[in-house]
């Protein structure tokens, strides 16, 4: 029996080639199908990729795009080198250390404070585009495979908004991951209206977008893949592990609303207050390794080494393969996240 799922897909820089290897995975099983993909920052690019992939190639041709896509993020060719090497180093976590010790003050933070993307001139570009125009978008755009939804944010009114079909584009990737302090906004023109509007990253409005996911024709359940950590036990106490923290918090800030409102429907299906039928009852699951990210850094999304990719699609990989192992028979039956004790 075929399992058919929706797929919510988180952004995080570099840390988004823990999703490469949870989408690997999943790809690997030929009785699951995914029907439709929201995603932001590099979950929409994940989610671009394996849409083009899959309609040029079927499960084999996303798996091989995906793969091209993020050689293409960490500036190399093959990554089994990487792998054999890794064997030899520390944990990333302590790698990650390292960096952060080096740069006590991120060059990154520094620079925002006293320069702006606008002020590079001609000279600016952003390098994501040769990423991202690497893609065939008439393949992104087709019909078939799984329907493919992108979340920005409007700079001018502060609202998200959810490109899908033949609205993504280039441009429209770039905008879901465009962090304002080092891109300049993303100009779209809209092609009901024909105005043109600026964007900056999606995960500020929506990390990622649930409400597309939401609609009739789609299966009930939606399997996150999160990976900026919801829990930190430990109060951050130096500069850069408070800037982490509010990174976090600020970039889950709304897929937690989101979450609370498929809960409060849920309660209101379960008493009966509202007629069956009536809304979605939504079927929440979520692939993550919080002991994993919570080692990890805002430095680390924005420093893709090969070091780095590599470990996180094999986390990614090995955490779809608990997944699945234990809450495969769950899907299209029951949801593996309890809502009420998460916001209990």
């Not at 976590?93 to 991120?106: D, H, K, L, T």
């Not at 893609?135 to 908004?161: F, M, S």
């Not at 990390?207 to 939606?222: G, K, S």
Request: with cysteine; glycine share 8%.
């Amino acid at each position: 029996m075929v399992k058919r799922i929706n797929l919510a897909l988180q952004g995080g820089g570099a840390h988004g080639a823990f999703t490469w290897g949870v989408l690997d995975r999943l790809l690997q099983e030929d009785d699951v199908e995914i029907a439709a993909i929201s995603g932001t920052s590099a979950g929409a690019l994940n989610g671009a990729a394996l849409k083009a992939g899959y309609t040029q190639g079927g499960r084999a041709g996303a798996r091989v795009l995906l793969d091209r896509i993020w050689h293409q993020v960490g500036a190399v060719h093959d990554l089994r080198l990487t792998g054999w090497i890794a064997q030899a180093l520390p944990s990333v976590g302590m790698v990650n250390s390292w960096m952060e010790a080096m740069m006590p003050v991120s060059p990154m933070n520094v620079a925002a404070l006293v320069t702006s993307p606008y002020q590079y001139g001609p000279l600016y570009r952003n390098p994501l585009e040769p990423v991202v125009q690497s893609l065939n978008y008439d393949q992104v755009c087709a019909q078939e495979g799984p329907e493919l939804h992108i979340a920005a944010t409007n700079v001018r009114t502060g609202k998200i908004r959810v490109f899908s079909g033949d609205e993504v584009s280039g441009a429209v990737i770039m905008a879901s991951a465009c962090l304002p302090t080092l891109f300049q906004a993303v100009e779209i023109v809209d092609q009901k209206t024909g105005t043109t509007e600026a964007y900056w990253d999606g995960g500020y409005t929506g990390n990622p977008a649930l409400y597309p996911l939401f609609r009739a024709h789609l299966p009930d359940d939606i399997v996150i893949v999160n990976i900026n950590p919801l829990l930190r036990d430990e109060i951050p106490q130096t500069p850069q592990d408070i800037q982490n923290r509010i990174n976090e918090i600020s970039f889950n800030s709304s897929l937690l609303r989101e979450l609370r409102a498929i809960k409060f429907v849920k309660r209101l299906i379960a008493d009966g207050t509202m007629p069956p039928g009536s809304m979605k009852d939504v079927l929440v699951h979520m692939v993550s390794d919080d002991a994993l990210m919570t080692t990890l850094s805002v430095t680390s999304k924005v420093t893709p080494t090969p070091y780095l990719l590599h470990v996180l699609k094999e986390a990614g990989r090995s955490a779809a393969d608990v997944f699945l192992t234990r809450h495969k028979a769950d899907i299209n039956e029951r949801e593996t996240v309890n809502l009420e004790e998460m916001f209990g």
